[in-house]
């Protein structure tokens, strides 16, 4: 079974700096999915980024990006710029890739993150 | 033009009662789900079905039983609610397609059992 770690419960962040939020997740499987989502207070899951295992780059999404380390099994999240309106709850999730729609969502704690003005 | 659409949002009931709640997607995906959020805020997958079959039921207890009348709809009804059924609960589509398998979530449906 994989698991997926979120070891930080909060962060706090100056507005326009930088945040990296940690993510570990443990997995016999050699192709899979890494996702990020975020919920806001409006509860609405929403996604951040996704990276393909087999894909070497890092995957990046404007001012978010992450640092995917496969052999360490560490998947992190770069938040440049930071705004208020990524005040939200993140988390990270995991998904081994299973033809024939057998593709659930393992899910880690969750980190909130609040930007300060 | 919303996506993944829940209905409703909120709901409020006392233990014992029977509840639905819809879930309904424009994004013509193949696959749709449910998940359970608690109130540590941890998500777990309840089920997944493709094309109007039941694919995952990831040890979800019987008084949940998830319907899909076709491929764009999936409603999960609850008997005998219990107050550990309080939790918000997220319907999620996604195209079976490899490559292609992010999984778009609906808003959410805050269930409260007293």
């Known amino acids: 079974a994989q698991t997926v770690t979120q070891s930080q419960p909060e962060m706090s962040v100056q507005e326009a700096e930088t945040v990296t939020l940690s993510c570990t997740y443990d997995?016999?499987?050699?192709?899979?999915?890494l996702f990020w989502y975020k919920q806001p207070p409006s509860r609405q899951m929403i996604l951040v980024i996704r990276?393909?295992?087999?894909?070497?780059q890092n995957a990046t999404e404007n001012r978010f990006s992450v640092n995917f380390q496969k052999a360490a099994k560490s998947f992190s999240l770069k938040i440049s710029d930071s705004q208020l309106g990524d005040t939200a709850m993140y988390f990270c999730a995991f998904m081994k890739h299973v033809a024939g729609a057998n593709s659930k969502l393992t899910f880690g704690k969750g980190i909130t993150l609040s930007v300060r003005p | 033009d919303t996506a993944v659409s829940q209905t409703p949002k909120y709901l409020v009931t006392q233990m014992g009662n029977d509840k639905s709640i819809k879930c309904e997607q424009n994004l013509g995906h193949d696959t749709m789900y449910w998940y359970k959020q608690d109130s540590k805020k941890f998500l777990k997958i309840m089920f997944s079905y493709n094309n109007k079959e039941l694919i995952i039921n990831e040890t979800v207890p019987n008084r949940f039983s998830p319907k899909s009348p076709d491929k764009a709809h999936l409603n999960l009804h609850i008997n005998s609610l219990e107050l550990g059924d309080s939790a918000v609960y997220f319907c999620?589509?996604?195209?079976?397609?490899?490559?292609?398998?992010?999984?778009?979530f609906g808003p959410g449906t805050r269930l409260l059992v007293l």
């Open positions: 990276q393909e295992a087999y894909k070497q």
């Open positions: 997995t016999s499987e050699s192709n899979y999915y």
């Open positions: 999620a589509s996604s195209q079976d397609r490899a490559g292609v398998e992010t999984q778009y």
